[in-house]
C-alpha cells in the first residue's frame, strides 16, 4: 500500500511539473526600442510562436535564424507562426545585438535576455535553443543547437500544427 501510495504522489508531481513547464513563464525583457515585454504574453496570440534562444557571439545562432528568414514568409502564410528572436548578450555585447539585427534586416521580434532569466526558467543551457509554442500557449517542440536542414524539421513540426 505505501508503495502505491508514493507511486502514485510522484505520478502526480511529474504530471504537475510536465505541466508546468509546457506554459510560458511571466519575465519582463526588453525590446530593441526599449519597451518592456512581459513573456508570458508572448503565447496569447492565438498563433503559433517560435522563441528562438541566440547571441550575437553564437555562429551557429546567426545561421539558425538566417536560414529561418529564407522560409518565414512561407511559414507565416501557412501557419500563421511568428519568431521571436531572444538574445542571451550580457550587458558587455548586448550594444552589438541592434546593429546586427539591423545588418540582417531580420523580420522577427527580438527581445533582450541579458540577465539570462527567461533562458534559465526555460532550461536553455546553451544556444542557440529553440522552442515552438502553439496557439494555445503550451511548447510542443524545442531544439538545441543547429544544423542545416533542422529547418525542414521544424518546418514538419509547424505543419502538425495545422492538423
Not at 496569447?44 to 518565414?72: D, R
Not at 494555445?136 to 509547424?158: C, K, M, P, R, S
Amino acid at each position: 500500500m505505501r508503495y502505491i501510495l508514493l507511486s502514485l504522489t510522484a505520478f502526480f508531481f511529474l504530471k504537475t511539473t510536465v505541466n508546468q513547464a509546457q506554459s510560458l513563464p511571466a519575465i519582463n525583457l526588453k525590446d530593441l526600442k526599449g519597451k518592456t515585454v512581459n513573456t508570458s504574453t508572448l503565447s496569447q496570440k492565438g498563433h503559433p510562436v517560435l522563441i528562438c534562444f541566440w547571441a550575437t557571439w553564437c555562429s551557429p545562432c546567426k545561421k539558425e535564424l538566417n536560414n529561418y528568414m529564407e522560409h518565414y514568409e512561407e511559414w507565416q502564410a501557412e501557419t500563421g507562426v511568428e519568431i521571436i528572436a531572444i538574445s542571451i548578450d550580457d550587458s558587455r555585447s548586448a550594444n552589438k545585438v541592434s546593429p546586427y539585427v539591423s545588418s540582417v534586416s531580420w523580420p522577427y521580434t527580438i527581445l533582450l535576455d541579458s540577465n539570462k532569466q527567461f533562458a534559465q526558467a526555460l532550461g536553455v543551457n546553451n544556444v542557440p535553443h529553440t522552442f515552438l509554442i502553439d496557439a494555445t500557449g503550451n511548447i510542443v517542440w524545442q531544439h538545441n543547437n543547429y544544423a542545416e536542414g533542422d529547418e525542414e524539421e521544424l518546418h514538419e513540426e509547424l505543419l502538425k500544427l495545422k492538423k
